[in-house]
Each structure stands twice: as C-alpha cells, then as structure tokens.
C-alpha cells in the first residue's frame, strides 16, 4: 500500500549555505576579516593569530563570483527558498564603521535579485559564525555588551536595505553552539577552558536581548517580516529504560531548550530562573531587557542530522562522534563515514517535541549527509557523481518529515537541505566532506577548477519537489 506523502503546497523546498563557507573572497570587496578567516582548522584546533593561505575558505568554493551560475542551477532544481547567510565583516568590516561597505551590501543586492528574479525566496541568516574578528579580539565576542548594539546596527542595515525583498530571516545560526565551541559560537576569543559557567550565561543573554531586539525591528520595518531563532537540533535517547538514563535525557535536551524557551516564549521561564538562582548562575541584566526580550520569534529553526544516546552513567561506554557534539552510540543505528549516527525517525521524533512545546511553525534550516563523493569523467544521464547514498538518507528524512505533518499534525514551513552546493565543513575546515546536489571540484589540497556538476541527487531533488513530495519511496530501511 502506497502512503500519502505529498506535502503542502506552500511548503518551501530549498538548500542552504553559509557566507564563510561558500563564497571565499575573503579579502574582496572591502569585506574585514571575520574569525573564520584565522579558523584553518575548523573546531579541531584554536584559532590562530593570522590569515593562513592553507585556510580552504578564504577560497571556499568562490561563490562570491559564482553564485549566478549557482543560483541558476538551484532554479533548475526547483528551489522555492535558498538559505544563505551575510557576513557581518562584509556589511561592517570590523563591526564597528559609522556607515556600512556600499560594496559589501551590493554583493548581497546582486544576490536576492538572483534569487527572485527566479521566484527564490531568501532566506538571510544575520549570523552564522562570522562575527567579525576584530569585535572578537577587542570585546571578546559576545561575553561583552557592547556587541547587542553593534549587531542590532548591523541587523538594521539589513531589514532597511532588503525591505520588500527578504521575507524570512534566521537572527543566529544554531545559537546553542556556544556552549561547546565559544569562538565559533559566539565570537569569544579567550579559550574555552579559561571561561566559567557563567560566562556562557552572559553570552547567551546578550545574544538573546540582540536577537529579540532584531525581530522588534525587523517588525517595524516590516511587519510581513518573518524572524526564525535556530539551533542545533539533536535528538537525546536515554540509552536504557534506567531511570537515571532518562533523566540524562532531560538534562541534556535542556541545552537545546534553554534557548529555546527563551526566544520563542518571550523570556526566560521562571523554572529556569529558579533553576539558574539556584546554582548562582543568572545573567547580569539591564533596565529594559526583560522588556525586550518579550519579542518573541516567529518561527522556530533547527538543524537536524544525528542523534545520540545518553546515560546517567557514561563511563566505559561507546562513543559516538556528532554535529560539534558527543554522546553515546546507540546500537540500532548506523553512521556516515564521519561518523554520524544516521536516524531519519529521530527528525520526525524533534519535530514533534518541538511542535508540542512551543506551538510556532517550524523550519528545518539544515539536513544531510557529509560524504565522499567520486566524479565521473562522462556524465551518466547528465548527472558526474552517483551519490546513491546521499539520495537515500536524504529519502528518508523527507519521509519522516512528511509523516511528520501529514500524521502528526507538525506545521512545518520548509526544508533547505545543508550545503546544496558543496562547501567547505564548518567542524573540521575541510572540501572532502561534501553535502551538496551539485559537485565542486576543489580537493581538500584546495586544487581544482571550482567547476560545478549536477550529481544524481540533483535530480533526484527536482523530482521531489516537482511532484511535491510524492515522489519519496518508502525505504526497506524502516
Ligand atoms: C552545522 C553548521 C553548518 C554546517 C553543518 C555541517 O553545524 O550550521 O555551518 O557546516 O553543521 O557540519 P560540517 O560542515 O562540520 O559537516
């Protein structure tokens, strides 16, 4: 028997990338250096103090002269909304410029024009780990203030000059980062293991009184605006039936919900106040912030690709390896070649937890498969890489997603798959690990023509989104 999985009509299907990850040009268009550009090494190793050549996304995979032709092809696709992000450093090159770079704006002019001229929606992330380096050398990122104005200056550049045209806006790419990797998180450049817990309090809060800020303006500017918060989505099972597992569980879904509860619900709930009083944790405030952050999102986002087993007792017990995460292996699933617990029913299991919580629409901002991919010299049916593997996970997520809506009752806005153009990793600064539908070839040496290629999945994806959905195969899987 053949099940319904057709999706809404006004579903929106895309990809998405992420500005230092993609276009490259790090030095163009009076763009400043933000910290990815002295990250060679992603999260593997500290930030050093210099621009490296061997950093592979100064280059990244040359959108910023590219993106017509890869726009082009997500039109091909059948794209209703491409997720891309703008770097700060290239609207305030070092965050803190009276007047924003008319050049930087332009390249971004030039891109959403793209976009609708093929009826794309754009979907701005105001920030995904490209603070600018020099806000995070002088203030130390977001431990200090000073940054809720700065990006609030910045957030309004942006609603300003793209009024009319962007629709959807994501205020921080997964926020919640800052908990295990500070620097890319939240732009804080003293080492981890200098910082105390209340430090990372701090930060978040001043995070959330900048975002909450953003979506007062972007409302104001324009009230049609539609402003997601957004974190890193990862499905926490208790690894046995042993209460104390379960109530591991608990506890670690309170790091994805602490923020949250915070934007969503319009401040923070007073369980967790008293949760923070407790443990003399609560962030310093100022007159007027509790006020601000009754500024809700509109909508809420996440990235989704694994899951992870915890328990109440995790020593001696198998690992697993995750997206800037750890937790525990869990025995049913199988992994990517990097290692990623593969779990298509646990996208559906957070969709509904999330629905069940926080009652706002839900967009799925990131999914897919880092994998090693082989180009062919001739082409198959037009497509140079048989990424079987990829067309499989990605099948089964969208069937989950599907039940998700049509059985659950989730209203789910969209999906814009990660990296729908191969791109540099964010975890560990590499070309090897690819997502995308269409190959790049550059190797992780950083040689290669930057030519791009369709591979099978591409239109693989055409299909599902031509067919809304319908064409998704139930899979032998599960
Ligand atoms: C998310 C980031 C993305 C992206 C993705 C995949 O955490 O928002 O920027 O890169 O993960 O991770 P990676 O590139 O490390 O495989």
Known sequence: MSTNTRFPDSFLWGGATAANQYEGAWNEGGKGVSIQD??????????????????????????????????????EMGFKVYRFSIAWSRVYPTGEEEEPNEEGLAYYDAVIDECLKYGIEPLVTISHYETPLALSRKYDGWRNRKLIDLYEKYAHTLFERYKGKVHYWI?????????????MGAGIWTPKSELKPQDFIQAAHHEFVAAAKAVKTGH????????????SGIANYPLTC???????????????????????RGGYPSKTWRHLEAL??????EEGDLEVLRNAHDFLSFS????????????????????LDLGLKNPYLKTTEWGWQIDPVGLRWLLNRYAERYDKPIFIAENGMGAIDQLLKEPVEGWYVDDSYRIQFLNDHLLEVSKAILEDGVDVMGYTSWGCIDLISA?????????????VDRNSEGEGTMNRYPKRSFF?????????GESLKESKGH
């Open 38 to 75: 002295v990250m060679p090494d992603g999260v593997l190793k500290l930030a050093g103090n210099e621009v490296e050549s061997r950093n592979l996304k100064l280059k990244a995979v040359d959108g910023y002269h590219r993106f017509r032709e890869d726009i082009r092809l997500m039109a």
């Open 171 to 183: 205020t921080f790419n997964e926020i919640n980062a800052l908990w295990n990797f500070p620097l």
């Open 220 to 231: 104001e500017i324009d009230p049609s605006n539609q402003i997601g918060c957004m974190i």
């Open 242 to 264: 042993d209460p104390e597992d379960e109530f591991k569980a608990v506890v670690e879904d309170r790091k994805g919900f602490y923020f949250l509860d915070q934007m969503l």
């Open 280 to 285: 003399n944790l609560t962030p310093e405030m």
């Open 304 to 323: 989704y690709y694994m899951s992870k087993c915890v328990s109440g007792d995790e020593h001696g017990k198998a690992k697993t390896a995750g997206n």
């Open 427 to 439: 975890s560990s600064a590499e070309m090897k690990k690819r997502y995308g539908y269409v190959y």
């Open 460 to 468: 693989w994806y055409k299909d599902v989104i031509a067919s809304k």
